[in-house]
């Protein structure tokens, strides 16, 4: 399957934010994300063959350092990340990400790579995978609520598997709205930027919430939610973060990735402990409804888990061997005679 | 306190083994060992500050790959590290490792680093640290069975921080003996082979075991052991493997790192859960006793914790900024503006 293989054992490959450009630009957007959507489903679809550990996180009085790892039994991955909202301030991210894939079976990695793009193109992929199946037949307006990072990733990951071309935007600052239509624009979408969310969300099939605020806002109020809608709402995710009134989820249908995860980081951290909810795989794997009817409000309550950067890895591991955009790390030590690491070293010490 | 600060904020300092060689050569490895050591001492000195979570395990049919994250409330850690017993069929590291410093305050990593080299060396300096303080004064004969890639490491470590000078050397390999005692006779040891662990402990005032097999094995009987020795069981290190017999443990004064983690790793295994033990670090604080008297058998259960490689993270990074041994990696997004990461993508699509 795999067309990356190290020369040597010792070199790991390693993708750079520079060559992940290049390797979804050469891939095209709406192609990657909607080919990354496909390694998601396949991943989803066998759910039960996954180590589904919860994210290690270290919390700082400004942000937090997360590792989410898992496992299929045969490759292994995990994603560093951080989350640190005031970072804009000294011109840095808010979230940035690496993530590493090995092979279970010995232990050693086959891929190291950036992940903050990677991240954002398979949060969007995941959003629209969801929405592919919960979302009603023939949509063809979102709403788009927070025009920072994510929402030009939305915009082109619900054209490319929904076929979603009109987008009705909305931010607290129009600068960022004016960004993201600046983007899109020459992409041929049809775009119109509002004053407010209420505005925004009016006749739209599809509303998704990607704003960043880390605190319990409101985003939505129940009376901007009428019937049938799909919510996509990607902005909560994490502890004491939500979006959506509290209203709007008692009214829903609610689907989540990883339920026991949800419940710390997603809008349902409103709702008691024990408030049914879906998990997506099982949608998938048709053993639990999707959509109930027309009128159904679905609600994708999406807080990112480690499944859907395990099948990014995977999938940056098959496109990126054939066209070489990657360097080759000296990060594994490989003695002639692995009892012999100081003779490598002493031996070094002739060499170097 | 460091000179390694990238360049640019999405660029991140590597150290490759090479570079790792390289920079170990050029301290010299013995200083390096008595360096980091107090690197070591020191974190353990403010044990209470540090976030000790277990270490994270996704368990394969040959081995582990396990993450080893922990924090000071400043700077933040991890190591990736397997453990694969039958890797050496086929050329590899049993035992492979790599690491990562980070700014708690905003989330950027700050380092990445080979960690196989690393480990071997903070192992050794760990048992030496921990020795230093509970071996009988005037120790200068040390026994070393199992005489893989760890013990040389162990030799230069007791000789750099408790003047050993004298090695008396068992493997079940008697090609791992004569490798280890090449290694080590032109850097002026004291070196015999012998043919049994009987006769290698003889004498000795400090049993170094640091044996690879992944079971329950007796390197050491009970009868091999005469009052007042320290033994540094440094082999045993995961659930399942173990060197020393039961009743060894039950005559001596158990030290350890993080007893909940040892508990499930280390010789204790053998022992009721609630078995008294010391973690060293109330040994430096003053708030435990080490060694209670000439006839006491002190014993190190040493596992590896993972504050023993946020030291040696740290020490890299203060060692390396000034030696140029490092290359920079492009692994953080670095948008104008943070919240135009599609804009960057963009943009990107001209230049490349």
């Known amino acids: 399957m795999s067309g990356l293989v190290a020369r040597n054992l010792n070199m790991v490959p390693f993708v750079s934010v520079e060559d992940m450009m290049k390797l979804v630009l050469k891939t095209g957007t709406e192609r990657f994300i909607q080919e990354l959507a496909g390694y998601i489903r396949d991943d989803f679809?066998?759910?039960?063959?996954f180590d589904k550990t919860p994210r290690v996180g270290s919390y700082g009085h400004e942000g937090v350092i997360e590792l989410m790892p898992t496992s299929d039994g045969e490759l292994y991955g995990f994603k560093y990340v951080n989350g640190h909202p005031k970072n804009t301030r000294d011109g840095r991210q808010t979230v940035t990400a690496f993530g590493v894939l090995a092979d279970l079976g010995n232990g050693y990695p086959m891929l190291i790579t950036e992940m903050t793009l990677l991240t954002a193109l398979r949060t969007a992929a995941t959003s629209a995978l969801v929405a592919s199946h919960l979302a009603p037949k023939g949509s063809h307006t979102m709403a788009l609520i927070g025009n920072g990072a994510q929402s030009e990733f939305q915009a082109l990951a619900f054209r490319s598997l929904l076929g979603i071309e009109r987008l009705r935007l909305y931010d607290t600052d129009p600068a960022a709205s004016e960004k993201c239509k600046a983007n899109l624009a020459p992409l041929g979408f049809e775009i119109e930027i509002f004053r407010s969310?209420?505005?925004a969300v009016e006749g739209a099939d599809i509303i998704t919430t990607a704003t960043a605020d880390k605190r319990n806002a409101t985003i939505l109020t129940d009376n901007m939610v009428g019937p049938g809608v799909h919510i996509n709402a990607v902005g909560g995710d994490c502890p004491g973060k939500t979006e959506l009134h509290r209203d709007i989820l008692l009214r829903s249908s609610i689907f989540t990735e990883f339920t026991p995860q949800t419940r710390i980081e997603g809008e349902i951290q409103?709702?008691?402990?024990?408030?049914?909810?879906?998990?997506?795989w099982q949608v998938l794997a048709g053993t639990a409804d999707g959509r109930r009817g027309e009128r159904d409000i679905t609600l994708f309550d999406s807080?990112?888990?480690?499944?859907?950067?395990?099948s990014?890895?995977?999938?940056?591991?098959?496109?990126?061997?054939?066209?070489g955009l990657y360097e080759e790390l000296d990060m594994l030590a490989d003695p002639d005679d692995p009892r012999d690491l100081f003779g490598m070293l002493q031996r070094a010490a002739a060499r170097l």
């Open 45 to 49: 679809g066998r759910w039960e063959r």
């Open 270 to 280: 409103q709702l008691d402990a024990d408030y049914p909810v879906t998990e997506f």
């Open 303 to 310: 807080v990112g888990f480690a499944i859907e950067d395990f």
């Open 312 to 323: 990014s890895l995977r999938y940056v591991r098959d496109l990126v061997g054939p066209t």
């Open 197 to 199: 969310g209420e505005e």
